[in-house]
T-cell receptor, first 114, second 113 residues
Framework: AQSVTQPDIHITVSEGASLELRCNYS??????LFWYVQSPGQGLQLLLK??????LVQGIKGFEAEFKRSQSSFNLRKPSVHWSDAAEYFC????????????FGTGTRLKVLA | DAGVIQSPRHEVTEMGQEVTLRCKPI?????LFWYRQTMMRGLELLIY????????DSGMPEDRFSAKMPNASFSTLKIQPSEPRDSAVYFC???????????FGSGTRLTVV
């Protein structure tokens, strides 16, 4: 069955510390992969996406993610977290053809300590 | 571009009333999606359109829910009659295609009392 797993429901880091949010997927073939961020009271905003090529992708707000085919993972990273990064982060996969339906992970809520 | 525009931002209604949520997608985006977000169930895809045609409505909870897209710049999600369990944040999103990702609106927070 197709699925996306974000194993960490909550993560707390100190401002200035590095961050890694985990995402694992189960899919028949390599899908399109996305990370979104949702600030309180807002819609989801696209941070970055992967669909082919270089397995390390850069996104907005200083985020990057690495696709590892062998591990079916697409982890999100940031070298130095800012207080404004506190939000909920969602990993998502989409098929490369056919029905255009995302599968979203359940989200990881990030708390940043000053 | 103003992004995906949803209205209203907040809606409080009494059980049994009709509720209509509205969405204006980004111009040129061929896909439009309606999602519902709750703490218990997370993000649920209700329905999506391609070129104004409903493609998949398997996520629509029941006959009380209906969605239309009369033209490329407007869509509605209607709940009639509304029930307290419909309380959630409803998001509209649009997309230029599968590799582009979604652009979400700011959502409509619906409370049914």
């Amino acid at each position: 069955a197709q699925s996306v797993t974000q194993p960490d429901i909550h993560i707390t880091v100190s401002e200035g510390a590095s961050l890694e949010l985990r995402c694992n997927y189960s899919y028949g073939a390599t899908p399109y992969l996305f990370w979104y961020v949702q600030s309180p009271g807002q819609g989801l905003q696209l941070l970055l996406k992967y669909f082919s090529g270089d397995t390390l992708v850069q996104g907005i707000k200083g985020f990057e993610a690495e696709f590892k085919r062998s591990q079916s993972s697409f982890n999100l990273r940031k070298p130095s977290v800012h207080w404004s990064d506190a939000a909920e982060y969602f990993c998502a996969v989409a098929p490369t053809s056919g029905t255009y339906k995302y599968i979203f992970g359940t989200g990881t809520r990030l708390k940043v300590l000053a | 571009d103003a992004g995906v525009i949803q209205s209203p931002r907040h809606e409080v209604t009494e059980m049994g009333q009709e509720v209509t949520l509205r969405c204006k997608p980004i111009s040129g985006h061929d896909y439009l999606f309606w999602y519902r977000q709750t703490m218990m169930r997370g993000l649920e895809l209700l329905i999506y359109f391609n070129n104004n045609v409903p493609i998949d409505d398997s996520g629509m909870p029941e006959d009380r829910f209906s969605a239309k897209m009369p033209n490329a710049s407007f869509s509605t999600l209607k709940i009639q009659p509304s029930e307290p369990r419909d309380s959630a944040v409803y998001f509209c999103a649009s997309s230029a295609g599968q590799s582009y990702g979604y652009t979400f609106g700011s959502g409509t927070r619906l409370t049914v009392v």
